[in-house]
């Protein structure tokens, strides 16, 4: 069974760095795009960025480059986004996701297995 | 940059009614296309793949078309559990990858 397993809840302050994770099982990881998803409060899905675990290419959407940084770890199975120094904008539930299909330089058309999100508030 | 457009925003039915929602895309699309359902406090759940193929245990009151800019999703039969935000979503033309703003399916 394919699961995305998600890190839980942050509350941090402005400036703070912070790193969640989406752990994949039940699927070759290296072989599946992995997308990265914010929803603000009471918004609408934004696509981040998504990363190829078998070589780590990463694209990133224009509104999020130099905002935040993608990675993997190929040993675990997981994947990550990670921000150096939060805003109080970064408020949100962050959701990956497993992109059906493509190859090594194209993901898939659509995501088929979401995790279960991971929220974080950032707040003085 | 690439637009998708929902319409419309919200829709108010009643259980047992027809749902039509729609999406427009900026330019046209290849069969990269998709859409989801998200529930309260849930993650969004894949409905349709490839502009019209039902995703793995999707009921088949749920059903969708479209080619190039216009695409559609249609429930045919409104069920309680149904009521929800509706998401599209495009990979044809990327980075980025590109979700509507979403239709909010509310009881009437």
């Known amino acids: 069974e394919v699961q995305l397993v998600q890190s839980g809840a942050e509350v941090k302050k402005p400036g703070e760095s912070l790193k969640i994770s989406c752990k994949a099982s039940?699927?070759?990881?290296?072989?599946?795009?992995i997308g990265w998803v914010r929803q603000m409060p009471g918004k609408g899905l934004e696509w981040m960025g998504i990363?190829?675990?078998?070589?780590?290419?990463?694209r990133y959407s224009p509104s999020f480059e130099g905002q935040v940084s993608i990675s993997v770890d190929k040993s675990a199975n997981t994947a990550y986004v990670q921000w150096s120094s939060l805003k109080a904008s970064d408020t949100a539930m962050y959701y990956c996701?497993?992109?059906?299909?493509?190859?090594?330089?194209?993901?898939?058309?659509?995501?088929?297995?979401w995790g279960q999100g991971s929220l974080v508030t950032v707040s003085s | 940059e690439f637009v998708l457009t929902q319409s419309p925003a919200t829709l108010s039915l009643s259980p047992g009614e027809r749902a039509t929602l729609s999406c427009r895309a900026s330019?046209?699309?290849?069969?990269?296309f998709a859409w989801y359902q998200q529930k309260p406090g849930q993650a969004p759940r894949l409905l349709i793949y490839?502009?019209?193929n039902r995703a793995a245990g999707i009921p088949a009151r749920f059903s969708a078309s479209g080619s190039g800019t216009d695409f559609t999703l249609t429930i045919s039969s409104l069920e309680p559990e149904d009521f929800a935000v509706y998401y599209c979503?495009?990979?044809?033309?990327?980075?980025?990858?590109?979700f509507g703003q979403g239709t909010r399916l509310e009881i009437k």
């Open positions: 996701a497993r992109s059906h299909g493509g190859n090594a330089n194209t993901p898939g058309d659509y995501f088929d297995y």
């Open positions: 039940g699927y070759t990881f290296n072989n599946y795009w």
């Open positions: 990363i190829y675990p078998g070589d780590s290419d990463t």
């Open positions: 330019q046209s699309v290849t069969n990269s």
């Open positions: 490839h502009a019209s």
């Open positions: 979503q495009q990979r044809s033309t990327w980075p980025p990858i590109t």
